[in-house]
């Protein structure tokens, strides 16, 4: 009789991750709504232990053994390290610094009000009692961790879902990325600001000390070297970034992050940053999907979770909307131009995942919280193509518009 081999779980569990995802979305015809990757954020919830595996627990655990699940982490970890480097190389801030006040303005309403309305909202989740807050998470880093969540914009994302619409390449669309890019810069300061431990302020200050000096070697070395090279070498580079940075304790996905931003766009040609972003999200991040997915759970009442998910939806919406209606006044923009610009922005789905994946993991939030800002990330991406399709076709004219 034949022993099911490791590998053969392993392959069984990629078949899964790959084909039905696919089939829903392709025979679905959901492209409208819910792009590929949003099915595969779905499909990666469904497969996890909060629906598969509490309707099939012996299949679950059969699939999803622990040996299987450790080598789908290794896959997911260095397939989200990848992305968010190729999201720190694509940051624009030549074009940022010259329009600053307009980039400036908007960032910052964009930023700082869903934020506000985030750390109210994880007030209110506090005050209803335990199951919320991570066992190592201060109060502060709960509350500003939640709200920093509902501010999040997924700029990968947003550059898809803009290509769907076709302006990316538009004035409007290079606007709207100026945006998203200074956002991503204090995203990921604040996160640093979170994770900061006092009792490895040594090592992080260590980290930050040598990183510096290091990216002012990878950058001489960078200019001197074939393109066809700059790949491979940024490669080694986000591997030494992100294993320092998890050393001093920072998270390895900060070091991800902070390799690609130190790096510049121009030493890369366009086709083939946007081949190497395709072809990690067709190839590799699906496992990330599915291993966030087996990170779910209900434990605290599906009712309750369900609950602080459409909390959390309306104060990352409308908190985004209103700091940008706020901005768009005070630079005294067309009507309607807000609600585009808002609604594009307000769309979340795999860097507020990736962030929440870090507050988990550093036990700042509890699974429950992480599954109410999964379930948010993948509403708040659903709506934005169905709300911002028509606004396009109204307001037209907007698209040439370059600030």
């Known amino acids: 009789m034949h022993t099911v081999t490791t590998t053969e779980v392993f392959l069984l569990a990629m078949l899964i991750i790959f084909t039905l995802p696919y089939l829903v979305w392709r025979l679905g015809r959901t492209e409208y709504y819910a792009p590929l990757v949003v099915v595969q954020i779905v499909a990666g919830i469904l497969l996890g232990p909060g629906v598969l595996g509490a309707t099939f627990p012996d299949y679950y655990s059969f699939v999803f053994r622990p040996e299987v699940v450790t080598a789908l982490n290794g896959v997911a970890w260095w397939a989200v390290m990848m992305f968010v480097w190729v999201a720190g190389i694509e940051l624009d801030l030549d074009e940022a610094w010259k329009r600053r006040r307009e980039t400036g303005v908007t960032a910052g309403f964009a930023l700082f009000t869903p934020l506000l309305f985030g750390s109210l909202a994880a007030i209110v989740l506090l005050q209803t009692g ?27 994302i947003l550059v898809l879902l803009m290509e769907k619409l076709e302006i ?33 302020i040594g090592r992080q200050g260590a980290f930050l000390l040598l990183f510096g000096t290091l990216t002012l070697a990878i950058r001489w070395l960078m200019v001197r070297i074939p393109e066809r090279d700059r790949w491979y070498v940024g490669l080694i580079w986000l591997a030494a970034a992100g294993l320092a ?3 001093a304790g920072l998270h390895y996905m900060v070091g991800a992050f902070l390799a690609g931003a130190v ?9 083939d940053m946007d081949n190497f972003r395709n072809t990690i999200l067709l190839a590799v991040m699906p496992v990330f999907f599915l291993s966030t997915g087996l990170r779910t759970q209900w434990d605290v009442g599906g009712v309750a979770v369900f609950g ?37 922005l307000q769309t979340k789905a795999l860097i507020m995942i990736i962030f929440a994946n870090i507050l988990l993991d550093k036990d700042i939030i509890t699974n429950e919280t992480f599954t109410a800002l999964l379930l948010m990330a993948v509403a708040s991406t659903m709506l934005t193509i169905p709300v911002v399709t028509p606004k396009l076709k109204a307001l037209a ?7």
């Open 308 to 344: 602080a998910a459409a909390l959390l939806l309306v104060a990352a919406v409308v908190g985004k909307l209103a700091g940008i209606h706020i901005a768009g006044r005070i630079l005294k923009w067309e009507k309607g131009e807000a609600s585009i610009i808002g609604w594009l």
């Open 130 to 156: 335990d199951g919320w807050a991570g066992e190592k998470g201060a109060r502060w880093q709960v509350i500003v961790g939640i709200g920093m969540a509902c501010a999040v914009t997924a700029l990968p």
């Open 168 to 200: 990316l390449r538009e004035p409007i669309g290079q606007r709207i990325l100026r945006y998203a890019s200074l956002d991503d810069i204090a995203i990921w300061g604040v996160l640093a600001l979170i994770l900061l431990d006092w009792d490895r």
């Open 245 to 247: 940075a998890d050393w």
């Open 263 to 271: 790096l510049d766009a121009k030493w890369f040609t366009l086709k």
């Open 397 to 403: 004219g907007l698209l040439k518009k370059a600030g």
